[in-house]
């Protein structure tokens, strides 16, 4: 994919960082559970509506973490990649979809 062709490729002036979230999701004891509330990484409290949100909590502190690493870089870029599971797959069906960052786009 795409890492593999930055390793090939090697870029001239393009500084690649990735960081991977990765979760399973399970039943049991430690578990998140519908109206839980859950401080993040950044101190915001957090309420789970939803019990399929092990992946979207894990990508929220990845994407903390890689939001301040961009700070003061020369245009920063971040891109995100995830699989449509749960929730997902029943607003857009089994497709592949890609959303770019309007907001960022709007603030340059």
């Known amino acids: 994919g795409f890492m593999k062709s930055v390793s090939l490729f090697k870029p001239k002036d393009v500084n690649v960082v990735v ?4 979760v399973r999701n399970s039943v049991g004891e430690n578990c998140y559970v519908a109206d839980e509330i859950i401080t ?18 894990a990508m929220v502190d990845v994407l903390c973490r890689a939001k301040e690493m961009a700070i003061g870089q020369p245009d920063p870029h971040i891109f995100t990649i995830a699989t449509l599971t749960g929730h997902a797959v029943l607003a857009v069906g089994n497709y592949s979809i890609a959303m770019e960052n309007g907001p960022a786009r709007q603030a340059g």
């Open 19 to 22: 960081g991977m979230a990765m």
């Open 40 to 57: 993040s990484r950044a101190g915001v409290r957090i309420r789970v509506g939803n019990t399929d949100a092990e992946g979207r909590m």
